[in-house]
């Protein structure tokens, strides 16, 4: 079959190099290059990023190592150690795993009643789960605005708990926890284009997709500048609302519309700092309740040092847009960062402001549609469309592996 793919992110890449194994592939990339929100920017001897914190959730043991296993391309994936720490408020670093540390007896005794909830609760939010108390909201909002980029009361409840079933996977000793790909995102696109590309498949870079063609509701290929290009089927990296602009709205359904329009991506804000000495200290991800605006931040340098110049660190933050006045928001992400390293020798080399058509979800968590559309032939992949349970690029790679489910079938 002739497979057209609209756009070169993970999930375009993803897709791509599975199909192309048996079938005729061209992505189309509008940029002059691939990879989306998922690859190196070099920048003064650092490794920054288009998006990612070169952090894969479930490490070598997710849906994303899975999918990289199956199509062939090898990438080196290296859990982190510890999996993660809390920042106190008096600045001092205490293992994830002895967060009743951090809560007051009255908040602990909360505890089984949360356990229970996560096992049965199917609606509400994970502020409705945390009862809105206020301390348990300090952790699971900065927990949820370092994974998914919105607050506990954006959150579904339910995903959340699915999440978290995902990452304790097999029981103490095998959690699915995160890890770091070596060579950053850029190594994993990179690995991605080159076994397209081996098994016959093409990338055509700053070629826009301008519309799906579609005939009697089937899609026949993709217009791009003027020019046809005929295709047995479509898939588009680009979420549903996006899609569904390229083709006539008569081919949609009025239900998928109404959705559409409901649809919200997650924001965030990503602060890059150029580190003399270790802020973090260690690989994995602190997580910073009492920041002002800071969710999280990591320092992947630890496990590949190449992603800095000899001897320096690249610590990243995260945060999760709580207003639409970004300069505010940024102002509040560097004082943040100022409290909790003074004295510290870093600079700051870039803010990166995520949001619209270049979010840090497409569509929020919880809220996916899956990888139909109204067309047939026509198909959506990426973080527009994440297998139920799975965040960030783990809910990517498990659409894309639903979507080769269903084609099989
Ligand atoms: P995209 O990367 O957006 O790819 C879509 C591609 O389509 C783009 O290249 C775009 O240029 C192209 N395109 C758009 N329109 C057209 C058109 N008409 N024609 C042709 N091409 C088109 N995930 C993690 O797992 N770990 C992390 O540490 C992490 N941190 C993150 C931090 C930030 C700040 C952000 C923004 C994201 C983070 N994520 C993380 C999420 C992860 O980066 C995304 O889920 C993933 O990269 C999305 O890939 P995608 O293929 O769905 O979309």
Sequence with gaps: LRVSI???????????????????????ERLDIYGGRFTNLPYEGFQLTTGALHMIPHGPTGPLAALLDRVGAGVKIVRTSPMGCFMTKDNR???????????????QARIPALMAKMLVQKKGTVADMVWDDPEWLQLSDSCCGWALSTLSRDTPGEEAAA??????????????????????CGAVVDALARKLEENGGRIHLGEKVDSVIVEDGKAKGVAVGGERHEADMVI????????????????????????????????????????????????????TPYAQRVNGMNEV???????APEGMHLTMSHQALRSNDIQQEIKLGLQDLRNMFPGKKYSVLLVQTYRDDWPVNRISSGFDLGNLTPVKGLY???????????????????????LLDTLKA
């Design 6 to 28: 609209i756009g070169a992110g993970l999930g375009g890449l993803l897709a791509g190099a599975a199909l192309s194994k048996e079938h005729d592939v061209d992505i189309y």
């Design 93 to 107: 670093q205490i293992s994830f795993f002895n967060f009743r540390e951090l809560l007051s007896a009255r908040a």
């Design 163 to 184: 999440i978290i079933r995902h990452v304790v996977g097999g029981g103490p000793g095998k959690y699915n926890t995160p890890g770091v790909p070596m060579g950053g």
């Design 236 to 287: 588009s990296d680009i979420g549903h609302r996006l899609t569904s602009a390229l083709y006539d709205a008569r081919y949609s359904n009025p239900k998928y519309a109404d959705v559409l329009q409901k649809l919200r991506p997650s924001a965030g804000v990503k602060i890059c700092l150029a580190a003399e000495e270790p802020l973090v200290g260690h690989p994995g991800v602190l997580f």
């Design 301 to 307: 340098t630890h496990i590949d040092p190449s992603l």
């Design 380 to 402: 959506v992949v990426g973080d527009g469309a994440k297998g139920k349970g799975y965040m960030e690029v783990e809910g990517v790679a498990s659409g894309v592996a639903n």
